[in-house]
């Protein structure tokens, strides 16, 4: 499985970005929208699909860009759905293309 790092957008190895060197675990002290947006890239396929849900519910600004790059890199419809719900919901600009 591929994972994709949630600060760029980027393939990742298992430990952190290889474009912009982010680890790949979510810091104990971060936000609950930090943890979701790290649950991005979960390899249990339920649970990016429930981050992107509770994303768009909370209308997270900060989740624009890694929803955009699941979207576009997934061949997981199910995941691909919820990552464009999740961006309508969201009605950020950056999500129109």
């Not at 190895?13 to 649950?39: M, N, V």
């Not at 860009?65 to 997981?76: C, I, N, Y």
């Amino acid at each position: 499985m591929v994972r994709y790092c949630p600060v760029c957008g980027s393939e990742a190895d298992d430990h952190c970005c290889r474009k912009c060197g982010a680890p790949l675990q979510p810091s104990a002290s971060g936000t609950y929208e930090e943890k979701l947006i790290w649950a991005l890239g979960h390899p249990d396929a339920t649970t990016p699909v429930r981050a992107a849900t509770i994303l768009g519910a909370r209308r997270a600004l900060a989740a624009v860009e890694p929803l955009v790059a699941v979207a576009l890199s997934t061949s997981d419809f199910y995941l691909q759905e919820a990552a464009a719900v999740a961006l309508g919901q969201i009605g950020d600009k950056r999500a129109q293309p």
